[in-house]
């Protein structure tokens, strides 16, 4: 409802500062959402079908359910963007009434068909709703201290749930990193492909129906092949595309590869289906666990730019540098020479790698 207010409010009065507030709302208001609905997911299959959760069928049919729910938010992306670019052409009055009109129904089956797994007669839920109702006044301490010990839950997986949940913690890490490397593909697109920004959109394109048919057809293949299987076949498959990116410089084969390696965006299934189920294990509230989650990918999501850019900044002045030596190279000379520009991609491959190792030893 929110979201389709500031929406609203765009269509009303169209200027830089209400689209600013509403798309900052928006992404907000977002990442509530995705919190909200994995946290229903995962309350779901605690405690209800025990036998199956039992025998790991449970953890299959979570696997097939949170992918079925990545294909759907990556259809709304792709689709999205599609349609916001025409609607553009008409105005940002057309286009924001129309993204009104979206949320609104979003609102109304949130209010109408989602189901709340939050037990409130539960006797710690009526303390935690009677302490509310008896607390009269705004506690600004512990307010000022719940906001400066916010930015520790991004940290919460790591050092408080034991070495399994670490593990797993580290696992997503490694399979989210490469998905984080911001600008840096697009620029590397432009100076060493030569590719144009409509270029590249139909790759982004391309990666986005890529995402939509892995995630798809995931539900299919995890029933067949197992959860632990799958992930492990996800993560070869995600060493295509940076495989090739190394070793060629046509971006023609970089895309055959991806094409091949299509189901490398649905690698996380399997690690966040397991997080989950353990914390369901060990009696670990779901809106937490996703909260810290959501924490922990964001201070990624922030690092990950920084050493991308950093990597390819400093290989392409090391391929600069050792491609004007004169005489006789050296191994590592001739090395960095020819690959520098692609370290980003050799740390994704790295990283494949260990993600590969871990898996197979943890799951």
């Given at each position: 409802?929110?979201?389709?207010?500031?929406?609203?409010?765009?269509?009303?009065?169209?200027?830089?500062?209400?689209?600013?507030?509403?798309?900052?709302?928006?992404?907000?208001?977002?990442?509530?959402?995705?919190?909200?609905?994995?946290?229903?997911?995962?309350?779901?299959?605690?405690?209800?079908?025990?036998?199956?959760?039992n025998?790991?069928?449970g953890?299959?049919?979570?696997?097939?359910?949170?992918?079925?729910?990545?294909?759907?938010?990556?259809?709304?992306?792709?689709?999205?963007?599609?349609?916001?670019?025409?609607?553009?052409?008409?105005?940002?009055?057309i286009?924001?009434?129309?993204a009104?009109?979206?949320?609104?129904?979003?609102?109304?089956?949130?209010?109408?068909?989602?189901?709340?797994?939050?037990?409130?007669?539960s006797?710690?839920?009526?303390?935690?709703?009677?302490?509310a109702?008896?607390s009269?006044?705004?506690?600004?301490t512990?307010?000022?201290?719940?906001?400066?010990e916010?930015?520790?839950?991004?940290?919460?997986?790591?050092?408080?749930?034991?070495?399994?949940?670490?593990t797993?913690?580290?696992l997503?890490?490694?399979?989210?990193?490469?998905?984080?490397m911001?600008?840096?593909?697009?620029?590397?697109?432009?100076?060493?492909?030569?590719?144009?920004?409509?270029?590249?959109?139909k790759?982004?394109?391309?990666?986005?129906?890529?995402g939509?048919?892995?995630?798809?057809?995931l539900?299919?293949?995890?029933?067949q092949m197992?959860?632990?299987?799958f992930s492990l076949f996800?993560i070869?498959?995600s060493l295509?595309?940076?495989m090739?990116?190394?070793?060629?410089?046509?971006?023609?084969?970089?895309?055959i590869?991806?094409?091949?390696?299509?189901?490398?965006?649905?690698?996380?299934?399997?690690t966040?289906?397991?997080i989950?189920?353990l914390?369901?294990?060990?009696g670990?509230p779901?809106?937490q666990?996703?909260?810290?989650?959501?924490?922990?990918?964001a201070?990624?999501?922030?690092?990950?730019?920084?050493?991308?850019?950093?990597?390819?900044?400093?290989?392409?002045?090391w391929?600069?540098?050792?491609?004007?030596?004169?005489?006789?190279?050296?191994?590592?000379?001739?090395?960095?020479?020819?690959?520098?520009k692609?370290?980003?991609f050799?740390?994704?491959?790295?990283?494949?790698?260990?993600?590969?190792?871990v898996?197979?030893?943890?799951?």
């Amino acid at each position: 409802s929110l979201i389709t207010l500031t929406n609203l409010g765009v269509v009303m009065y169209p200027s830089v500062h209400t689209i600013c507030i509403s798309r900052i709302i928006n992404v907000l208001c977002s990442g509530f959402l995705i919190i909200t609905t994995q946290s229903i997911i995962g309350d779901l299959f605690s405690g209800n079908n025990q036998k199956d959760n039992n025998n790991g069928h449970g953890k299959d049919q979570m696997g097939a359910v949170l992918g079925r729910q990545a294909a759907l938010i990556s259809s709304g992306f792709l689709f999205g963007s599609l349609l916001g670019g025409r609607l553009t052409e008409y105005g940002e009055r057309i286009a924001y009434s129309v993204a009104a009109i979206f949320s609104a129904l979003a609102a109304l089956n949130a209010a109408f068909r989602m189901t709340d797994t939050l037990d409130l007669t539960s006797s710690s839920s009526v303390a935690v709703v009677a302490a509310a109702d008896e607390s009269k006044a705004l506690d600004w301490t512990s307010l000022k201290k719940a906001l400066l010990e916010a930015p520790l839950s991004s940290i919460q997986l790591l050092f408080h749930y034991g070495s399994h949940m670490r593990t797993l913690a580290l696992l997503l890490l490694l399979q989210s990193a490469p998905m984080y490397m911001g600008d840096v593909f697009q620029v590397f697109a432009k100076e060493e492909w030569g590719l144009k920004p409509t270029d590249f959109g139909k790759i982004v394109a391309l990666f986005g129906v890529l995402g939509i048919v892995s995630n798809t057809t995931l539900s299919l293949i995890v029933k067949q092949m197992g959860l632990r299987t799958f992930s492990l076949f996800a993560i070869v498959s995600s060493l295509f595309f940076p495989m090739t990116a190394i070793f060629t410089n046509n971006y023609r084969n970089v895309l055959i590869a991806g094409s091949i390696g299509l189901y490398s965006g649905a690698q996380k299934v399997g690690t966040t289906t397991a997080i989950t189920s353990l914390a369901n294990e060990r009696g670990i509230p779901q809106g937490q666990l996703q909260g810290e989650k959501a924490s922990m990918l964001a201070l990624l999501k922030i690092g990950c730019p920084v050493i991308y850019s950093a990597l390819y900044l400093k290989g392409k002045e090391w391929s600069m540098s050792m491609n004007d030596t004169e005489g006789n190279k050296l191994a590592l000379q001739m090395i960095m020479g020819k690959f520098g520009k692609k370290m980003p991609f050799v740390l994704n491959c790295i990283l494949g790698v260990i993600a590969f190792i871990v898996t197979w030893q943890n799951m």
